[in-house]
């Protein structure tokens, strides 16, 4: 089924847009969630809330790109919970990985204040661009997908430290990239 299909089915209040949603993004929901709180069932109720929010905002919205604004819904609502739950304990592997950005990205409060994040998505998104498609699918599976460096790096074979030298090296500049571009760090 095409993702306008499911879109019209949403906007049509068929239930079943509901059960060809996780037909089709399932998996890709439930991983991003899991990659960002390590846990199976935190995941499941984040891709449950993320289909009632899909249901709840179609209509009147109607996402251009259904993976990639289901991703986005999933990725906040699990980062929320996360948030939630790490308020006064830390969090192994999600701790280690928005550290890795903080040198180089504004935290959430200070991109709220200074910058829109439609602005900082496009630049970030025309950084991105400048990649290489390894470095490329590098940094978007460490820091969109969530992997942990060991298993990207297992999948390309080569070794976690130098995959690590190569994400310090991405961090950098994008540094550079959003300093060139003005925003505030």
Known sequence: MTDNEIIDMYWDRNERAISETD???????RSLSFNILN???DAEECV?????KAWTQMPPQRPEKLRAWLGRIVRNISFNLWNKQHTKKHGGGMDIMLSELEECIPSGTDVEDEIDDIELGRVISAWLHTLSDEDRI??????????PLKNIAGHFGISAN????KMHKLRIGLKECLEREDVSL
Request: positive net charge; aromatic residues 20%; proline residues 0%.
């Open 23 to 29: 037909a089709k993004y399932g998996k890709l929901c």
């Open 39 to 41: 846990s199976r069932e």
């Open 138 to 147: 590098y940094f978007v599976l460490r820091y969109w997908n969530g992997e």
């Open 162 to 165: 130098t995959l690590a030298q």
């Open 48 to 52: 449950n809330d993320t289909y009632h």
